[in-house]
């Protein structure tokens, strides 16, 4: 083993947890809020439009969540192995799966720009783009938005595979670099294409295809650092084997943005069919604002989440279970206090908030209800969220992938659309679908948590007695 690669390692696995958890987090709490500023900045930018602009825009936020998807699949999926190998000293599987992990995710980037191209009215249709269902002006925006940011649809995906790698190898720092240059570029970029060359939501997909290039040819660059693991196209080997460790660790991020697709679509249909006609946009625009503020504050705890990560797979495979289970717990307690104060701050700010992105009277009164119900239970979500890293990171798919549906699938998607009916004013079940959800995930998370808790334990108990 190289040099470099050694001294990572033992980083790595005898470097107390809570200093290197948090060394780690500031990189990837960056990346992640990062990433959540590339929909923000379109969101600010496209907000000074109109409020039809914004509900096209959030129409075709499934479309962004499936590529995510793709890309996040193949990222956690080849970048949890990556991390166990590197734990286990072998250097040769690591980068076997590097290459592989990231030419997998162009070439489905690839399939979902033909795919979306060609059946682009079907698609328009089916997420609510639709004449009678919004206004005309909202289903313009919404096709030129969403045929623009198709064609960046392979740089995302292996933006997505690039970022991961390096994060779960331990240089979270350059996986930041390259995705907050992306981002600065993305809000230059944003109101030059939008209001100096007057090209409106086609603009701001434009100035985001762009960003996402450059930001993938900067992670790219990251790989060829003396302790990252190169791509190399000899190394690419889509067989059986590495084709099932993906799957085993990305499949709870595909389900998981999956169904946040699944789930953006039933919320923007919910909101939509929950009040008048004339109001429908208005809706549409203030349950999209919020889903953006509330995503802001969520890839925080992501970020400090994969911090985490690479920390679990390096000592996982090294069988050094105490230091997983240490980790694990502080990224709990840590995690909890960070969105709780989170949630008091956008309870009180709700109004002030939401008129940022766009200062519509109907689209504050919306927005500011929708984001005060959300608030009541998002601290909730750090024992969710970690506990699903934990089972993810050490391939526990099952489980992992249970957890990584629960709030936006399996609990929110049937709220959002039986809580409206309950209600005389079915707007009230889509404002309440979200705490239900998380509600619902949390209580599912805790026996989940805690049976892990006992296995660590005793496998540290086992080691410790070997």
Avoid at 388 to 394: P, R, V
Wanted: aromatic share 12%; charged share 15%; glycine share 10%.
């Amino acid at each position: 083993m190289q040099d470099g690669k050694q001294a990572k390692y033992e980083r790595m696995t005898t470097e107390p947890v809570e200093r290197l958890v948090c060394r780690l987090a500031v990189p990837t709490i960056i990346s992640m809020l990062v990433t959540a500023l590339y929909n923000i900045a379109d969101t600010f930018f496209v907000g000074k439009i109109g409020t039809a602009a914004t509900a096209g825009v959030g129409l075709i936020l499934p479309i962004m969540a499936i590529i995510q998807a793709f890309g996040f699949f193949f990222g956690q999926g080849s970048g949890n192995f990556i991390s166990r190998a590197l734990g286990a000293q072998d250097d040769g599987e690591a980068e076997t799966m590097a290459a592989t992990g990231n030419l997998c995710a162009l070439f489905f980037g690839f399939l979902i720009l033909a795919a979306g191209l060609l059946f682009h009215e079907d698609v328009l249709h089916l997420l609510g783009a639709a004449p009678g269902r919004v206004s005309d002006d909202t289903i313009r925006y919404a096709r030129d938005y969403m045929c623009v940011i198709l064609i960046g649809a392979p740089f995302m995906c292996m933006s997505c595979v690039l970022n991961n790698q390096l994060r779960f190898q331990g240089n979270a720092f350059f996986s930041m670099i390259g995705l907050v240059a992306g981002a600065a570029l993305n809000c230059v970029l944003d109101p030059l294409f939008i209001f100096v060359f007057n090209m409106e939501v086609t603009g701001a997909a434009l100035a985001t295809i762009i960003s996402q290039f450059i930001s993938c040819a900067l992670l790219y660059i990251g790989t060829l650092r003396s302790d990252s693991l190169k791509i190399k196209l000899r190394n690419f080997k889509p067989n059986l084997y590495y084709l099932k460790n993906i799957a085993i660790g990305g499949a709870p991020s595909l389900f998981r943005q999956g169904l946040a697709s699944v789930a953006t679509l039933c919320l923007n249909t919910a909101a939509g069919g929950a009040v008048a006609a004339e109001m429908a946009d208005a809706a549409i625009a203030a349950f999209s604002i919020v889903g953006k503020i509330m995503m802001f504050g969520f890839s925080a705890l992501l970020g400090f989440g994969q911090g985490f990560q690479p920390i679990c797979g390096f000592n996982y495979g090294a069988k050094k279970y105490g230091r997983v289970l240490k980790a694990y717990t502080f990224c709990l307690k840590v995690g909890f206090a960070f969105l709780l104060a989170a949630s008091c701050a956008g309870f009180a700010l709700a109004d002030q908030l939401v008129a940022l992105f766009r200062n519509d009277p109907d689209v504050i009164a919306f927005g500011r209800l929708a984001m005060r119900c959300q608030c009541c239970t998002f601290s909730l979500m750090a024992v969710v969220t970690c506990t699903n890293m934990l089972y993810q990171n050490i391939g526990r798919v099952v489980g992992a992938t249970l957890l990584a549906v629960a709030r936006q699938g399996l609990m929110f998607i049937p709220t959002v659309l039986l809580l409206p009916h309950l209600f005389s004013e079915p707007i009230w079940g889509v404002y309440l679908a979200q705490p239900a959800a998380d509600l619902f995930a949390f209580l599912l998370a805790v026996p989940l948590a805690v049976r892990m808790y006992r296995e660590l334990k005793r496998k540290e108990a086992d080691v410790t007695s070997a």
